[in-house]
């Protein structure tokens, strides 16, 4: 049985079809999508009828070859590689609905091929630019003290930013050279300090850092055992991290390149770059599948074909 025509064309070029709205109200009811989500799709597929209806087509005029065209032609609008995979994934979820509730007899989607999305890999920092970072951080009042704490904390143990402002004083073990982290899913982890993140925590938990910020009395529950203080002597949050992170990079240069998490990147970067085990790095980083870790072999890797590309007299004809 096909689609009546009166359920695959509308007027107003504004609304939707009855079938594509029976769709929405199907994956809202029977899928549990979330409001966000049902935005999203809808919105791509009205990107789908906007092009039907300019190639003069309803929802059961549609074969692959008009799939496939569609997708072809979201390439050349700029779109991201996610974005679009996102589309034709809208479109191929459509059809098998409407498959399903037997509006169509074929399903036009079902050998669409998922457009490849890329791999993001992580933008590591150099080890020349993690020193410009840290070694930016002058003066010893406790703000100064704090900063460059945290930024030595975070590339040297490699740690989330949650894990970072989640930190109490029970976590750290300076005499090991130790802390203990709590990484996704409150999964425990234990990760080595370094002697160069050891001295600034050091100097921050010693009179003259810390202790200058604690108030007199403590504002919330927890606020009194947290690591890294704000200036107000509460915990430090991840948005108070994250523009710890910010303004130091700023005062470099290197704003626009860095964030926590890049620090974290290149944290994992350099360790592979210097031949530590990546299941050493798994461990270290906490993460769940080798498969994370191994993203950061592909950095590794592209930086040994860029340095011989660069500097081998055969590399380049």
Known sequence: MRMSEDR????????????????????????GRSPATLTAYRRDVRRWWAWLRTSGLGLDGADEAAIERFVADLRTTGLAPGTVKRVVVVVRSLYRFLVDEERLPDDPGADVATPHVPSALPKALTEDEV????????????????DRAALETLYGAGLRISELVGLSLGDVDLESGLLRA???GSKERVVPLGR????????????GGRPVLEPARWARRGDADAVFLNQRGGRLTRQGAWLVVKRRGEAVGLGPKLSPHVLRHSCATHMLDHGADIRAVQEMLGHASISTTQVYTKVSTERLFAAYRAAHPRAVL
């Open 131 to 146: 020193t410009s970072i840290i070694d930016g951080v002058v003066g010893d009042a406790p703000v100064e003290r704090r």
């Open 182 to 184: 709590f990484g996704k």
């Open 196 to 207: 160069h993140a050891s001295r600034a925590l050091g100097a921050w938990l010693a009179p």
């Open 8 to 31: 695959t064309t509308v007027d107003d070029p504004d609304e939707l079809p009855l079938d594509v709205e029976e769709w929405l109200s199907w994956l809202a009811t029977e899928k």
